[in-house]
């Protein structure tokens, strides 16, 4: 069996990943072939953005990332046409409002080379928001430049049109469209019927990808966001909420005393400093 999972960053492709590689070995009782975030294809093989190729075996499960703003990912055309041959082809979709928090914090992973000064304002902003929610923006967390603001919700804008346009697409050739909150909810029937798999509704373990996770849930947006918030981002994620069944009137937040460091500030440390944080003793210092 071959299937390919395709998505946005921060949608859940990896938790998706696992669990699927989990169903095929039990299920199927074979050894599986991953390939993991390639950007294109080349007849039988699969390259990544290294150059690394891996090639495709009786038993494979991809999975690729849409290209980001830098425009490094697999691109919604390739997807279309180079894995028809394919099995089984999900996209998972996740509400833009989550992704762009999870996308914020993960963007400080150290092997995407962030900028020091950058991280270091980042960081010490997010630990003054973690204690005193209420008094700043989320959005300020990534710039309160009218004009920086102004370039990312155009870039956002055109990139949820695309992701638009690629369900549109996708849902006509045999595409399972898949909701990340109904994958965190266990409601796994329509994707087990759709790969005759089992999936287990436990969160399988796998070591190499354990800094990817953050939160494991959904709508943290409600404790992060501030109502300065909900007025940034309304005009900028509410036709796709709209369009894939999310309820677009619905931008209730849930006001906290405090927020979690290790889905904010910690979870940034870790993910800049990479194994160098792994070596530090209980009770980092973190910026202050």
């Given amino acids: ?4 999972i395709y998505g946005l960053a921060k949608s859940g492709t990896t938790a998706l990943h696992i669990r699927i590689k989990q169903a095929m070995e039990s299920d199927l009782n074979v050894e599986v072939m991953e ?6 294809r080349s007849g039988d093989d699969f390259v990544k953005l290294d150059g ?7 038993h494979t ?7 980001t703003v830098a425009g490094n990912g697999a691109t919604p055309e390739s997807m279309l046409a180079d894995y028809s041959d394919f099995d089984k082809k999900i996209f998972i979709n996740r509400d833009p409002r989550d992704r762009w928090i999870s996308g914020f914090f993960y963007r400080w992973f150290h092997r995407h080379r962030p900028d020091e000064k950058e991280f ?6 997010t630990q003054f928001k973690e204690k005193h929610p209420s008094d700043v923006p989320f959005y300020a967390l990534f710039s309160t430049s009218p004009a920086r603001i102004a370039s990312w919700k155009e870039r956002q804008k055109n990139q949820l049109k695309g992701v638009d346009s690629f369900i549109d697409e996708a849902s006509s050739r045999d595409w399972l469209i898949l909701k990340y909150e109904d994958f965190m909810d ?13 999936i287990s509704s436990k969160d399988a373990e796998d070591q190499r990808f354990s800094h990817v996770a953050r939160s494991k849930s959904y709508g943290s947006w409600r404790r992060w966001f501030t109502p300065e918030d909900v007025e940034m981002y309304g005009d900028v994620f509410n036709p796709f909420l709209e369009k894939h069944g999310y309820d677009a009137s619905d931008w209730k937040l849930k006001p906290q005393t405090s927020l979690p460091s290790a889905e904010g500030s910690e979870y940034m440390y870790k993910l800049f400093h990479g194994q160098a944080a792994k070596r530090k ?6 910026f202050r």
Avoid: H, N, Q
């Fill in 35 to 40: 390939v993991f975030e390639p950007v294109k």
């Fill in 61 to 67: 499960l991809i999975k690729a990332l849409m290209p």
């Fill in 120 to 125: 270091e304002r980042a960081i010490r902003l």
């Fill in 186 to 198: 266990g409601k796994l029937d329509e994707l087990e019927e759709y790969l005759g798999l089992k």
């Fill in 52 to 58: 690394t190729s891996f090639p495709l075996a009786e």
């Fill in 281 to 286: 003793k209980k009770g980092w210092r973190l």
């Fill in 1 to 4: 069996m071959r299937i390919l």
